[in-house]
């Protein structure tokens, strides 16, 4: 008995401690909670947001290639640039902020700082741009995978040609970079491209708009295909870089995700709505 009168007090302690304390817990954490509202100089819709590790900085970037550097505690505005960017096919990846126009792909270094006595991101950097040039006029998709601050891989696409770009850039170097034939190559792929993500394993995938999905590895040779079975309107990553989600031309979504078996490493679907 003595056993169970004591599992009975616990229960009783705890209920009561919940009711006293949890209430007063949650409504700490409400008041540390709080709404900043930025109000930009333009009347654009955002294209993107970038939200330093801590939590205390943002970067904002809208169509007419403004970019602003913002408070996020207090909602101020730091810093503005004006960047001779098309608001079509901008790209901001770790440390980078690409778009591709007019044969070119652009590249501006573009970085948080932080303050060495309060160890908080303060500021950013925007550094001089660096060009590459492409061979298309125009381009409707573009993936970028930062390797390392120094090197990086690029993939666009116009209609069913694509081309691949890998090179190392050095943070001291603008201007426009010269790239050797064998860190190139342009490719064609069949049909309409609907979307381009690089994947881990040093894999492209190449979203075709009829439905299927192709697979090349990182010197762009042909490997393998995966059938989404209906139209492809748009294909991004997700879960850390190791699923890619598909919305269909009807509405439909589709996540895929690689696996490694028996045959070796295939993709497999994981989930489908409707």
């Known amino acids: 008995m003595g056993g169970i009168s004591t599992i009975i007090i616990i229960v009783l302690l ?73 608001g079509k096919n901008v790209y901001f990846e770790n440390n980078h902020l690409f778009y591709a126009a007019h044969k070119k792909f652009t590249a501006y270094p573009l970085r948080f700082t932080t303050d060495r ?23 409707t998709h573009a993936a ?21 770009v890998s090179l190392e850039m ?40 009829p439905g299927q999905v192709k697979i090349y590895d990182r010197s762009c040779v042909y490997r393998d295909l995966f059938n989404n079975k209906k139209e492809i309107a748009v294909m991004k990553k997700l879960f850390g870089d190791r699923a890619v989600c598909i919305g269909g031309a009807d509405g439909s979504v589709t996540v895929w995700s690689e696996a490694i078996r028996n045959q070796g490493r295939k993709f497999f679907l994981i989930h489908s709505m409707p």
């Not at 970028?144 to 691949?164: H, K, M, P, Q």
């Not at 010269?178 to 190559?185: G, L, P, Q």
Request: charged fraction near 25%; avoid cysteine.
């Open 144 to 164: 970028v995978r930062e390797l390392s601050d120094e090197e990086i891989t690029i993939a666009v696409s116009s209609g069913d040609e694509a081309y691949f």
């Open 117 to 139: 006595q309060t160890g908080l991101e303060t500021d950013a950097k925007l550094g001089e741009p660096v060009e590459i040039e492409i061979p298309f006029e125009s381009v």
């Open 14 to 86: 705890v209920t009561f401690l919940a009711k006293e304390f949890v209430p007063l817990f949650v409504s700490a954490r409400l008041k540390e909670t709080k709404e900043v509202v930025f109000k930009p100089q333009v009347s654009e819709s955002l294209l993107f947001a970038r939200i330093s590790e801590d939590g205390n900085m943002g970067l904002f970037f809208y169509p007419s290639g403004t970019l602003y550097l913002v408070n996020i505690q207090s909602g101020n505005l730091l810093k503005t640039w004006q960047l001779n960017v098309p």
């Open 170 to 209: 050095e943070e001291s170097f603008s201007g426009e970079i010269e790239v050797s034939d064998e860190m190139k190559k342009q490719f064609s792929v069949g049909a309409e491209i609907a979307g381009l993500e690089f994947y881990p394993g040093n894999l492209l995938l190449v979203a075709l708009t």
